[in-house]
């Protein structure tokens, strides 16, 4: 099964990034059909007009994480879509186990969050997230959420509300 993916990055001012962060996601996609949309919640579009790459497609919205990562949807043509946080990277097999999770009928999931830092705090919060969604269900936003697109539009998508759009969908799953 070959699926294609989209690949959501809602971002604002993240412009020192935003191409480390491109990079990154066309090096764990680069055998499979995907594209990349950065969906910028900047009125200048500041983080859009610092990528570099001319295979980025680039889409300006009003701000706010959820009503970006809707935009973005919208604006896709995948059949899975991702959703990543610019500071957050997939696992190198992300292709692969996303297709294996979906192919056993899963209409949505995440990944684990792994935080690789100094501080204890992150290390802390990194684990603690994980664990938290082992035991609900429910994973946070920075988990990298995966979704077949048409289950996404289905169940009406993030809800545009200022936080915990990530839980909420989740829930619905």
Known sequence: MTMEFSVIIPVFNEQSFINRSTDHVKTVFRNTRHEIVIVDGDEHSSTLKKITAKDIKKV????????????????????????????????????????KALGQKVKAGAFNVKIDSKYLILRMISKSSSLHSRLTGHPYGYQIHFFDSDYFFRIGKYKEIPLMEDIEIMQLK
């Open 60 to 99: 300006s919205s009003s701000p706010g994480r959820a009503v970006q990562m809707n935009t973005g949807a919208h604006h896709s043509v995948g059949e899975i879509l991702i959703f990543l946080h610019a500071d957050t990277e997939l696992p190198t097999d992300s292709p692969t186990l996303i297709e």
